[in-house]
């Protein structure tokens, strides 16, 4: 363990230019604190795109890996070819929109690490079934209702705490072992895999596995205390290692709808 890490950050079709900058800038801003290696895997992106993509990396020591499935099964599809190439690795995931923001990030994390524990930089305990009691202004009653009953035989009810997986760091065997033949051919089997009954957080809490939240002032939280790590939509303080677009759309946010939108369940 600890040999040989490496750091795989995905961009994709489904992203811009702009977030690919975002990521070089604070890649390079930041010192990570640790030795490692850097993989960009492209995903769903011609030939032409991808040399595009490969000119801003210029200056970065980077390997490519290049993922040839077309069919877009989301960020989980292309971490499980990365984790056949590179079996019983330590790898730290970090999709399009996320990039570190604080000095000595990847330290931190591996300070956390351990056999038996996963180390993620943010977590909720939101519930896509307790959310689906709230209707958008676009849906009919009637599809509001189906949507509550299917919700609810396929997420844990309000507080569901499971890690955010837009920054995390795990074993390659083991993902594999969770990942094995699962198909994600939607939003909604990606939102499974994330928070579902079937979750990666389930399966490792199932196998005895500890998950770990830790933040910028370099403290670890147990998933179930993970709130007071002040790393994901609590109140106007952050302490990340790690920003996503869901973190940077709650900062901006007044402290009306920032109360609003916790997913703690707390104030």
Not at 55 to 68: A, H, M, R, W
Not at 73 to 97: A, S, V
Not at 196 to 205: A, E, K, Q, V
């Amino acid at each position: 363990m600890q040999k040989d890490i490496i750091i795989a950050y995905m961009t994709s079709k489904y992203s811009t230019l702009g977030d690919l900058k975002n990521f070089i800038v604070n890649y390079k801003r930041y010192e990570s604190g640790k030795k490692h290696k850097l993989i960009v895997c492209f995903k769903n992106l011609k030939n032409e795109e991808i040399k595009m993509r490969k000119s801003f990396l210029k200056k970065v020591n980077y390997k490519q890996f290049i993922d040839k499935e077309t069919i877009n099964d989301f960020e989980w599809g292309t971490l499980k070819r990365l984790c056949e190439k590179y079996k019983n690795k330590d790898i730290f995931w970090l999709n399009d929109h996320s990039y570190p923001i604080r000095n000595n990030w990847l330290k931190i994390i591996f300070n956390a690490y351990g056999r038996d524990k996963v180390i993620g930089c943010s977590s909720s305990f939101s519930s896509h079934y307790a959310n689906s009691f709230f209707r958008k202004k676009n849906e009919s009653v009637i599809y509001a209702i189906k949507k509550i009953i299917y919700y609810f035989y396929l997420f844990p009810n309000f507080p569901n705490p499971h890690l955010r997986t837009t920054g995390f760091l795990i074993n390659s065997s083991l993902f594999l072992n969770f990942i094995k033949k699962k198909k994600i051919k939607s939003k909604l089997d990606s939102f499974l895999i994330e928070s579902g009954y079937n979750s990666l957080t389930r399966f490792l809490l199932d196998n005895g596995y500890k998950i770990i939240i830790v933040n910028s002032n370099n403290k670890s939280y147990d998933l179930f205390n993970s709130e007071k790590s002040e790393t994901f939509a609590f109140k106007d303080k952050n302490f990340a290692l790690i920003s996503d677009n869901q973190m940077r759309n709650y900062i901006v946010l007044n402290k009306s709808l920032k109360k609003k939108l916790q997913v703690w369940g707390k104030i």
